[in-house]
Nanobody, 112 residues
């Protein structure tokens, strides 16, 4: 079982990135999928979730879009109008019936 996040990088404020999370060893569609981020010195924060619905933390609503490609077993997070406060390591997470899978994170840095 593996989750591998990618797509992070350095971007200027107002820029965009698309994060990907490739799943292997399980069927992504069977799980609720989450993007969670952790900024330096801060607690982890749930950014977005997709199961039968999509949900966002208020600070990213209208700027971020979560989606998944079930055929490709991949989760995405499209991030627009990025702000310095979005700087963090972003992780993808899969959860179902007490089973919890974490992937390695990808660093997103928003700076001019």
């Amino acid at each position: 079982v593996q989750l591998q996040a990618s797509g992070g990088g350095l971007v200027q404020p107002g820029g965009s990135l698309r994060l990907s999370c490739a799943a292997s060893g399980f069927t992504l569609d069977d799980y609720a999928m989450y993007w969670i981020r952790q900024a330096p010195g801060k607690e982890p924060e749930g950014v977005s979730c997709i199961d039968g619905d999509t949900r966002y933390t208020p600070s990213v609503k209208g700027r971020f879009t979560i989606s998944r490609d079930n055929a490709g077993n991949t989760l995405y997070l499209r991030m627009n109008n990025l702000k310095p406060e979005d700087t963090a390591v972003y992780y993808c997470n899969a959860y179902s019936s007490g089973v919890n899978y974490w992937g390695r994170g990808t660093q997103v840095t928003v700076s001019s």
